[in-house]
């Protein structure tokens, strides 16, 4: 078993208006299963069948508690459905990989991967588990709400909960392994995760019941997901909506940092309308894109790809919008390197090699 906390200030930077934001992890701990442990794993037929190919795969589990054998097989899709009981033997050690000559030849011939089907070995005998947290106290994400998740079958967390009440703070829970029999029970199959959520933010109280995480669609039924406005303009005269309309072709542009690194960004002019019933003009912006991207952190992923900056009217009928939205660019970004601790890698030339230090 292993403990460690993360300290999310230091990493990523303090958020002003927040006083903590931490994550607590507890790694490998031991699983309890008290059912297995008594009376033995149920194992039964897992796997998946892919909707965009003919990629199929079997292998075999515990129905309770969800731990897998070791190895956990590799089983004929056509002979075993996924859920039937396997009561085949458990005897199974993991094959040498074939060579790439060796698999190319068997596939020639028509002959599959492995002589003999590689059957599940035998079940670990301490299944362990994690558990994690995140606690902020101060300003997170606007809006209250409270969400509890259902992992799917591939879920890195099979079961997640959190609880946000802006600006006072929110706590974000986990488990990876914990919950596995609640999880087989209610969502069993599929790489969907099933949420039940509420929530009271931009002025309306939205709910989420069973709902897919990641895959909403217009044949859900209507009590599944749904928003319900408290903002009597809303009833009036409808939901307030932002339109934004593409304005001639993309434009490149040298942004030039304040640190001296420059940086070709792709500009993209819009025209921004908002309104109820009628849409009126509010106001012009440049929506941006580069790659690699421009390092605001010191790790290496803490890159901003693209956003969108709003410039002046003058400017766009003046045509000097790209050099304004350039200029914001710069500001923006070297405002985050400021709030991250960013510091350049300085080059240092010697007679005999370069280097780059912090």
């Known amino acids: 078993m292993h403990r460690f906390t993360v300290n999310y200030h230091e990493r990523d930077g303090q958020r002003r208006g927040t006083l903590l934001n931490r994550g607590y992890f ?57 859920g039937e009981r396997y009561d085949g033997p458990f005897d199974g050690v993991r094959p040498p990989y074939p060579s790439r000559e060796e698999i190319k030849q068997r596939a020639e011939q028509g002959l599959p991967l492995y002589e003999r089907e590689p059957v599940p070995g035998p079940w670990p005998a301490k299944p362990t588990g994690d558990v994690g947290a995140q606690v902020i106290i101060g300003k997170s994400f606007p809006g209250w709400d409270a969400e509890l998740k259902i992992g799917n079958a591939g879920s890195e967390h099979t079961l997640a909960a959190h609880l946000r009440l802006h600006p006072f703070g929110a706590i974000y829970l986990h488990t990876e392994r914990f919950g596995t029999w609640l999880q087989r029970r209610l969502n069993p199959t599929g790489y969907q995760s099933r949420v039940i959520s509420i929530g009271i933010q931009h002025g309306g109280i939205d709910w989420k019941l069973w709902a897919k995480r990641d895959e909403p669609s217009r044949d859900d039924p209507w009590w599944m997901r749904g928003t319900l406005k408290l903002d009597p303009r809303d009833r009036l005269f409808g939901r307030r909506r932002y339109d934004y309309k593409d304005i001639g072709d993309p434009v490149t542009v040298t942004v030039r940092m304040p640190h001296g690194d420059d940086h070709e960004v792709r500009l993209k002019l819009q025209q921004c309308t908002d309104g109820r019933n009628r849409r009126r003009f509010h106001s012009w912006t440049v929506d941006w894109f580069t790659r690699p991207g421009i390092a605001t952190k010191q790790h290496d992923r803490g890159k901003t790809l693209g956003s969108a900056v709003e410039v002046s009217a003058a400017s766009v009928e003046e045509g000097t919008w790209p050099a304004e939205a350039a200029a914001g660019i710069a500001t923006r970004m070297t405002a985050d390197r400021t709030r991250y601790g960013y510091r350049p890698r300085i080059a240092v030339v010697s007679h005999d090699f370069d280097v780059e230090v912090d």
């Open 26 to 82: 507890i790694s490998s701990l031991p699983r309890v299963i008290l059912a297995c442990r008594l009376l033995g794993h149920r194992p039964v037929i897992d796997g998946y069948n892919s909707k965009h190919s003919n990629d199929r795969a079997r292998w075999v589990c515990c129905d309770r508690c969800g731990v897998r054998p070791d190895p956990q097989g590799q089983l004929d899709p056509d002979r075993w459905d996924i």
